[in-house]
């Protein structure tokens, strides 16, 4: 929107943009002082009978948009909007030296007064950073929604357990073609170049492979769909919390890949506090007797964990029974209260 399609007048608009301005400017307030003080005098525009009714809030991006020209990115839209709501939640007597802007804006987060104050509190009195009052509200979170969820039946997640040693043939952009020589992405972003006599197979097609002693047969797959790739059986490594865990992946073909995986559509408690370490303790426990695993992997998430179904079975050391018969992990966890759904 622009400043004329606002409707507000050119010098109307200069003289508001001249006092945030000069708020930012001051010397003399705290970068928390300074947020309230912009909040507050936004607040200010919107209820002046100068403005056209509607238009207060649409006046935030015009302002910003100056705001960084002068001031860098701290005076985005959404860093205006939450200046705009730490001024309506907080009286500017009442904010403490202690705690910092981005500690304020989590605070901004937690809708219930109460909790919010209970917060505010022990970020003071115990010295919390950003990083540790972040996992505070998260853990509390989940903990509120555990106990939300106890009272109704737990949600059920939608899974697949996929199909071992299937896989999709592509094409490898640094080797020429020749007859006879395929390519194969085992997933992970591994691909694996192989030479065999009078396949017939074609880029694209997916295939399944077939182990004779030390050498593969791959055969056309038509009947198996595309969202049954990428599953596999894993070794554990280490279970770094109930939600999180390390894993040698068996790709085929003499290859392995050491992955970071994220149980996909739940979320447990941080492994720092108690609830945490109890889930991850039922992991321990639950996997014990299991060291081979089965997995239906899906895309990384924003921390390159792989997103994952974890299917286990105690003792059985048959790949394929575990991928069709074995307990479904991420389900288990959210029937025992130990994980919210994502």
Known sequence: MSRKQSGLKISVYRQHLKELINICRSSRL??????????????????????PSGYGSSMIPLFSKD??????????????R??????????????????????????????????????????????????????EISTWRILQTIEENE?????????NRGSLYTYTLVNNPLLPPVKGRVTIDCGFNFHKTIMLENSGLKKNSIIQSFKDKDSYRLENAHDILPDKLYTYTALI?????????????????????????????????????EEGIKARVFV?????KSPLIGIKTYRADKYSRYLADI??????????????DGIFLNQQLLDNGLAIKA
């Open 30 to 51: 705290t970068h928390v002082q300074t947020y309230w003080n912009i909040g507050h005098y936004i607040r200010r525009i919107e209820k002046s009978p100068h403005v």
């Open 67 to 80: 705001l960084v020209q002068q001031f860098g990115k701290g005076y985005s839209v959404t860093n205006l």
């Open 82 to 135: 939450k200046m705009r709501a730490f001024c309506q939640a907080y009286d500017q007597d009442k904010l403490s030296p202690q705690i910092d802007w981005s500690c304020y804006t989590l605070l901004l987060s937690v809708k219930d007064p109460e909790a919010r104050k209970e917060f505010e509190n022990k970020t003071i009195n115990e010295s919390l950073s950003h990083r540790q009052l972040k996992k």
């Open 151 to 159: 009272k109704i039946p737990p949600f059920q997640l939608k899974y």
């Open 237 to 273: 490594e280490r279970i770094i919390d109930a939600d999180t865990l390390i894993a040698v992946i068996d790709c085929g073909f003499h290859t392995a890949a050491r992955m970071r995986l994220r149980l996909k559509g739940i979320d447990a408690p941080e492994i720092d506090t």
């Open 284 to 288: 321990e426990k639950a996997l014990k």
């Open 311 to 324: 299917f286990y079975l105690p003792g059985e050391k048959d790949p394929h029974k575990i991928i069709s």
